[in-house]
């Protein structure tokens, strides 16, 4: 069974950094698509960031790039986010994801992703 645990979230003031990471278990992740995905108070879901081990391919939503950079530890079964330059806008629970994905169209989209952490909250202040 395919186990997700999410931390590193936390209150930062605007312009901070925080790094959260996803520790995965219950099987080998080596052609998964590991993802970050977010959740801010009345809205939908929606994708951050993704990497795909197997082609050591990295994806990010244009709200983040140039500011996040997600990275992934096979030895660990971990993936990381690193965000810096955080901006108010980016408070939201901060949820991690994974199956087993390759097309880059699939990797974006929430409802393609079968296994999911709990989440973790960053609260950017101003």
């Known amino acids: 069974q395919v186990q997700l645990v999410e931390s590193g979230g936390g209150l930062v003031q605007a312009g901070g950094s925080l790094r959260l990471s996803c520790a995965a278990s219950?099987?080998?992740?080596?052609?998964?698509?590991m993802a970050w995905f977010r959740q801010a108070p009345g809205k939908e879901r929606e994708f951050v960031a993704a990497?795909?081990?197997?082609?050591?391919?990295?994806y990010y939503a244009d709200s983040v790039k140039g500011r996040f950079t997600i990275s992934g530890d096979n030895a660990r079964n971990t993936v990381y986010l690193q965000m810096n330059s955080l901006k108010p806008e980016d408070t939201a629970v901060y949820y991690c994801?994974?199956?087993?994905?390759?097309?880059?169209?699939?990797?974006?989209?929430?409802?393609?992703?079968?296994?999911w952490g709990q989440g973790t909250q960053v609260t950017v202040s101003s």
């Open positions: 994801a994974a199956d087993h994905l390759t097309a880059p169209v699939r990797i974006r989209v929430t409802d393609e992703y079968d296994y």
């Open positions: 219950g099987r080998t992740f080596s052609n998964y698509a």
């Open positions: 990497i795909n081990w197997g082609r050591a391919s990295t």
